[in-house]
């Protein structure tokens, strides 16, 4: 299985299809940091926001990315759990180390993350960090599932793939944003950078709360995929 995983990872640089997810990420970070200097964590919770499609589309590329008869014999060789599996996988850590870059950007060309204002109660620029990599930690597998659930794979026709990859990032910021409108069929994205640009550190309850609730709408989301890609292998 992992030798599958290092293939899809190589396949997906070699092949370019690396490039637009990149670059898009790119002009979305220099419009989010480029307007000025602001506190780690807010900068990097709203940035998770911004990068969660680009995760999502990234990982669709991936999962899309070797032909339907590569991929059946691959799931004969191996298994069809341990082929999807390798898939995620490599879409995970694909994902993991965009973030890792993504996070180095406003250090770094753009010098956007400042420390806490004189007097102020926002956290210190350590805490921020650290809620930042949570931020991103959190969007990683739930872009994972919904570009997994935007695969070929599941949907069989690139209109059907992009419909809801489209939709799933849209309704992860409205239902986000909304209080009344059943926010918990969305991953919390929003509610994590909503937490995170606070005046001060967020409760340890709310980051656990955070915590599960992506935890159990990731595995819906897994356990969707994985049935679906059964019914449809």
Same mark, same amino acid.
């Given at each position: 299985?992992?030798?599958?995983?290092?293939?899809?990872?190589?396949?997906?640089?070699?092949?370019?299809?690396?490039?637009?997810?990149?670059?898009?990420?790119?002009?979305?970070?220099?419009?989010?940091?480029g307007g000025g200097r602001s506190a780690a964590a807010p900068a990097y919770g709203y940035s998770a926001v911004m990068l969660f499609p680009v995760l999502?589309?990234?990982?669709?590329?991936?999962?899309?990315?070797?032909?339907?008869?590569?991929?059946? #014999?691959?799931? !004969?060789?191996?298994?069809?759990?341990?082929? %999807?599996?390798?898939? $995620?996988? @490599?879409?995970?850590?694909? *994902? +993991?180390?965009f973030c890792a870059v993504a996070m180095l950007v406003p250090w770094w060309p753009l010098h956007a993350i400042r420390g806490p204002e004189p007097g102020?109660?926002?956290?210190?620029?350590?805490?921020?960090?650290? #809620?930042?990599? !949570?931020?991103?930690?959190?969007?990683?597998? %739930?872009?994972?599932? $919904?570009? @997994?659930?935007?695969?070929? *794979? +599941?949907?069989?026709?690139?209109?059907?793939?992009?419909?809801?990859?489209?939709?799933?990032?849209?309704?992860?910021?409205?239902?986000?944003?909304?209080?009344?409108?059943?926010?918990?069929?969305?991953?919390?994205?929003?509610?994590?950078?909503?937490?995170?640009?606070?005046?001060?550190l967020p409760a340890a309850g709310t980051l656990w709360l955070l915590i599960g609730w992506t935890t159990l709408w990731c595995a819906a989301a897994f356990?969707?995929?994985?049935?679906?890609?059964?019914?449809?292998?």
């Amino acid at each position: 299985m992992i030798a599958l995983v290092r293939m899809r990872l190589a396949a997906f640089l070699r092949s370019g299809r690396a490039l637009a997810p990149v670059i898009t990420a790119l002009v979305v970070l220099g419009i989010i940091h480029g307007g000025g200097r602001s506190a780690a964590a807010p900068a990097y919770g709203y940035s998770a926001v911004m990068l969660f499609p680009v995760l999502a589309w990234q990982a669709k590329l991936l999962l899309d990315g070797e032909p339907d008869v590569q991929r059946r #014999l691959a799931r !004969l060789t191996i298994g069809a759990r341990r082929e %999807a599996v390798a898939g $995620l996988l @490599a879409a995970t850590v694909l *994902a +993991v180390v965009f973030c890792a870059v993504a996070m180095l950007v406003p250090w770094w060309p753009l010098h956007a993350i400042r420390g806490p204002e004189p007097g102020s109660v926002e956290p210190s620029l350590a805490a921020g960090i650290v #809620l930042g990599v !949570l931020a991103h930690l959190l969007a990683v597998p %739930a872009a994972v599932a $919904l570009g @997994a659930l935007a695969s070929r *794979a +599941v949907t069989r026709t690139v209109r059907n793939g992009l419909t809801v990859l489209v939709t799933g990032s849209v309704l992860v910021i409205v239902l986000g944003l909304s209080s009344s409108v059943a926010p918990w069929l969305v991953p919390p994205v929003m509610a994590t950078a909503r937490a995170l640009s606070a005046d001060q550190l967020p409760a340890a309850g709310t980051l656990w709360l955070l915590i599960g609730w992506t935890t159990l709408w990731c595995a819906a989301a897994f356990g969707g995929y994985g049935r679906l890609r059964r019914s449809r292998s």
